[in-house]
T-cell receptor, first 112, second 115 residues
Framework: LAKTTQPVSMDSYEGQEVNITCSHN???????ITWYQQFPSQGPRFIIQ???TKVTNEVASLFIPADRKSSTLSLPRVSLSDTAVYYC?????????????FGTGTRLTVIP | GAGVSQSPSNKVTEKGKDVELRCDPI?????LYWYRQSLGQGLEFLIY????????KSGLPSDRFSAERTGGSVSTLTIQRTQQEDSAVYLC?????????????FGPGTRLTVT
């Protein structure tokens, strides 16, 4: 299972676009990239998943360069309610679930 | 439909006592996971179940920790002879199949405090 590296924390003002990058240098051919969001006192929840290029849903966009050694979660026009910890997770369908590695995540603080 | 539920929501116990934490996954989800999250820290994977079997128990921090799942549904995480370092939030999640590709649905967690 590929390990990931993310910034520990980020601050942003309301209304700005926020980009959080995750490094996964040893990503394997069949690995997918998944992002979760965790609010205080809650369990994480799924945000978005992708394999290559760009994926967009109603919440966020995920940009994956051709070499797939990193990925960037983009949150458009953040609000105070986007203050949370964001986790990047990498793995494939055959990995099973051995030692799922969420890491410490990126703590995003949105400032009024 | 109902999500993942966990009980109790909070548990305070004395050092040396045994505790049982319960997880009810989403109906039909074959995979169930247990994680531990210490204050201000990330998620530490403990164990997962595919059906009633746990293919890999190496994530359990010590032999005081054990888990079982019966009927492919409810799971119990047991911590024997609790220690203060066991204090954390214990999170349970389920997914339709095991593995990072499949969306995990998390419960609200059980906050364990060992005094």
């Amino acid at each position: 299972l590929a390990k990931t590296t993310q910034p520990v924390s980020m601050d942003s003002y309301e209304g700005q676009e926020v980009n959080i990058t995750c490094s996964h240098n040893n990503i394997a051919t069949n690995d997918y990239i998944t992002w979760y969001q965790q609010f205080p006192s809650q369990g994480p929840r799924f945000i978005i998943q992708g394999y290559k290029t760009k994926v967009t849903n109603e919440v966020a966009s995920l940009f994956i360069p051709a070499d797939r050694k990193s990925s960037t979660l983009s949150l458009p026009r953040v609000s105070l309610s986007d203050t949370a910890v964001y986790y990047c997770l990498v793995g494939d369908i055959s990995t099973g679930a051995n030692n799922l590695f969420f890491g410490t995540g990126t703590r995003l603080t949105v400032i009024p | 439909g109902a999500g993942v539920s966990q009980s109790p929501s909070n548990k305070v116990t004395e050092k040396g006592k045994d505790v049982e934490l319960r997880c009810d996954p989403i109906s039909g989800h074959t995979a169930l996971y247990w994680y531990r999250q210490s204050l201000g820290q990330g998620l530490e994977f403990l164990i997962y179940f595919q059906g009633n079997s746990a293919p890999d128990k190496s994530g359990l921090p010590s032999d005081r920790f054990s888990a079982e799942r019966t009927g492919g549904s409810v799971s119990t995480l047991t911590i024997q002879r609790t220690q203060q370092e066991d204090s954390a939030v214990y999170l349970c999640a389920s997914s339709s199949r095991p593995g990072p590709v499949f969306e995990q649905y998390f419960g609200p967690g059980t906050r364990l405090t060992v005094t």
